[in-house]
């Protein structure tokens, strides 16, 4: 599985943004995929995921109710639309895969820097 993330910027505290993460791949629905995000010098954190085969979808706390993750199956690609963003949401995003029901996340793309500014 091959991931392709984009979508990243520079916004002002309450815009938004839309990421994209394009997977190529077979049987695509065997996975979960998430998002992560990383300030330098911290721990990557979980953000969301959603599963490929039944549309589940998972949120961390800090972005329920402003983020919502969604996936686009005919173009194999998941989208995070982010609103309402703030100053601490700014790290570098980035998406994963894990096969359902796996133990870790195995297939990483690139990071897309956010940016958010008060």
């Known amino acids: 599985v091959q991931l392709q993330a984009s979508g990243g910027g520079l916004v002002q505290a309450g815009g938004f943004l839309r990421l994209s993460c394009a997977a190529s791949?077979?049987?695509?629905?065997?996975?979960?995929m998430g998002w992560f995000r990383q300030v330098q010098g911290k721990e990557r954190e979980f953000v969301a995921a959603?599963?490929?085969?039944?549309?589940?979808?998972f949120y961390s706390d800090s972005v329920k109710g402003r983020f919502t993750i969604s996936e686009d199956k005919p173009k194999n690609t998941v989208y995070l639309q982010m609103n309402s963003l703030q100053p601490e949401d700014t790290a570098v995003y980035y998406c994963?895969?894990?096969?359902?029901?796996?133990?870790?996340?195995?297939?990483w793309g690139q990071g897309t820097l956010v940016t958010v500014s008060s």
């Open positions: 994963a895969a894990t096969v359902i029901n796996g133990t870790r996340y195995d297939y």
């Open positions: 791949g077979r049987n695509m629905r065997r996975y979960i």
């Open positions: 959603v599963s490929w085969g039944d549309g589940s979808t």
